[in-house]
């Protein structure tokens, strides 16, 4: 009974992460609702989205520009690498200001069941990377769960042979926690990867 | 130091109700990340929604060829015809196959706090129908809200002086629902309410 573009739009939105079809049919109402504008700013925001953002020739990284701005400065120390999954997380760490050198996205972690093997994932541009560069430490900054801890050892076993310093991100209790409430893993790193004062 | 392509699709889709920036950039990395085809398809349905769904003359449901199906429909009965709030209400109570009439879609409801009187709903329409065709009874079937009932008593009041009958939906314990767990309001208007077996 719904007009068929209005069907259309339901299904193309409810392949969307976390839209199901209602979520997406009170989007498409929404769409039509809004000033016509609207549709029209979303539609080119999406096509635009997928012609002009590419990967990064040196870092994978999303971007507009090959190179990367951030590859591109100069500024930036290249003799430490972090490697993270995804562009949110580099996003993430850049929001820290707390890192200086540059970043190397895999797009994914290793993961057997979902068919992620190291073919799937940017490691040949990494150790290409390495081989060309003068970096001297990568800091590992997957995520702290089961593919993102595997992943790490995985890279560490085949950087460390370059006589590259493979490092990983500190794992504990987080800033504002409570150790009542820190789950028996967490606590248990938080007391290994004690520091000295 | 997100290309700006992604920034823009990222404000556009927080736009949209119940997204905010998080859910925005995950969405946005999601049409990247995923074929093509995708985000072609996706931009396509939005910029045709708006330009081939319009209101019905009629009942000023969405349609794509005015009048829409329904109302082109020589089987549905014309002597009864069901006010909703929006497009969705008229599918909530298409689905139910317990209604033969016809509709007509107010698109809101009356709310002062927002701006809404009558002039922005469809309710003008809604008279000029009445007056022209032979319409028996309306049944108002806005939400059992503050807005929805104020919406309710309103259409009466107009619609009654033209001799046509107003009829409410039930109110009442909804269907699998607990007496028990049944709030003041409703368990006192399914008491008011009472049928005879």
């Given at each position: 009974?719904?007009?068929?573009p209005i069907q259309r739009l339901v299904v ?112 040949k541009e990494l150790l290409a990377r390495l ?67």
């Amino acid at each position: 009974m719904t007009p068929d573009p209005i069907q259309r739009l339901v299904v193309e939105l409810a392949k969307l992460p976390g839209i199901g079809e209602k979520t997406a049919q009170r989007l498409a109402f929404h769409i039509l609702k809004a000033p016509r504008e609207y549709a029209r700013d979303l539609s080119r925001a999406i096509a635009e989205v997928v012609d002009k953002v590419k990967l990064c020739s040196v870092c994978c990284a999303l971007t507009e520009h090959d190179p990367c701005p951030l590859c591109s400065d100069s500024r930036r120390d290249g003799k430490v690498l972090c490697v993270v999954e995804g562009v949110a997380d580099q996003l993430a760490i850049e929001r820290t200001r707390e890192f200086k050198g540059r970043y190397h996205v895999l797009h994914g972690v290793l993961s057997p069941l979902e068919g992620v093997g190291p073919d799937q994932l940017r490691v040949k541009e990494l150790l290409a990377r390495l081989g060309s560069s003068l970096v001297e430490e990568v800091i590992v900054a997957t995520n702290p769960d089961v593919e993102g801890e595997v992943t790490a050892l995985y890279l560490t076993k085949l950087i460390k042979p370059l006589g590259v310093r493979v490092t990983r991100i500190a794992q504990g209790v987080p800033m504002g926690g409570d150790l009542e409430y820190a789950d028996q893993v967490t606590l248990a790193r938080a007391l290994t990867g004690r520091r000295e004062m």
